[in-house]
């Protein structure tokens, strides 16, 4: 049973950071690539990164770009999603998924299917408030 498990969210005031971890049991991240999707309250689940398998490529939705960086460390079999600047419309949860392949494309932010993702995480809240 793959499992994917997020950490790392925590309330943050505007203007901070935080570092969400996404680690994996059963399957070798490196091999996989990987997409943070968001969840704010109300509204559906939108990608905000990704990072490739092949090639360690990474693209952001605009939302984030400048801000967010995502990266792996395969010794840990994690990857990271880094957030800087932090903003209240930020505050979601945030979950980390593999749809199985490699999966990482400049339209992240803009994914229009998600259930093509088997594998995903229970997600991590981020409150960015004052």
């Known amino acids: 049973q793959v499992q994917l498990v997020e950490s790392g969210g925590g309330l943050v005031q505007p203007g901070g950071s935080l570092r969400l971890s996404c680690a994996a049991s059963?399957?070798?991240?490196?091999?996989?690539?990987i997409v943070w999707f968001r969840q704010a309250p109300g509204k559906v689940r939108v990608g905000v990164s990704c990072?490739?398998?092949?090639?360690?490529?990474?693209y952001y939705a605009d939302s984030v770009k400048g801000r967010f960086t995502t990266s792996r460390d395969n010794a840990k079999n994690t990857v990271y999603l880094q957030m800087n600047s932090l903003k209240p419309e930020d505050t979601a949860v945030y979950y980390c998924?593999?749809?199985?392949?490699?999966?990482?494309?400049?339209?992240?932010?803009?994914?229009?299917?998600?259930?093509?993702?088997?594998?995903w995480g229970q997600g991590t809240q981020v409150t960015v408030s004052s």
């Open positions: 998924a593999t749809e199985g392949g490699d999966y990482c494309s400049g339209s992240v932010g803009s994914l229009s299917d998600i259930t093509v993702f088997d594998y």
């Open positions: 990072i490739s398998s092949t090639d360690g490529s990474t």
């Open positions: 059963v399957i070798t991240l490196d091999s996989y690539g």
